[in-house]
């Protein structure tokens, strides 16, 4: 029950923060729970270069598939 709410707090406070040019991401990363936020925080080419480093460094897909990005997408 500890994150029911959790979803509705991101919405307010990541549309907060974006208004002030922020962003939600820490130094681990986005993480699986919050992915859908980073179309919000990336621009359409900062998310093309991170899918060409995955597929660079991870050319068979064997590193956390489909975690970050969707199989057909690296």
Not at 25 to 41: C, D, F, M, R
């Amino acid at each position: 029950q500890a994150y029911e709410y959790e979803d509705g707090i991101n919405r307010i406070v990541y549309q907060h923060t974006l208004a002030c040019q922020g962003t939600i991401a820490a130094e681990h990363g986005i993480g699986q729970v919050k992915n859908h936020w980073l179309p919000s925080v990336r621009s359409p080419v900062e998310i093309e270069l991170m899918r060409a480093i995955k597929k660079q460094l991870d050319p068979h897909n064997l590193f956390n598939p489909g975690k970050l990005f969707p199989p057909e997408a690296t």
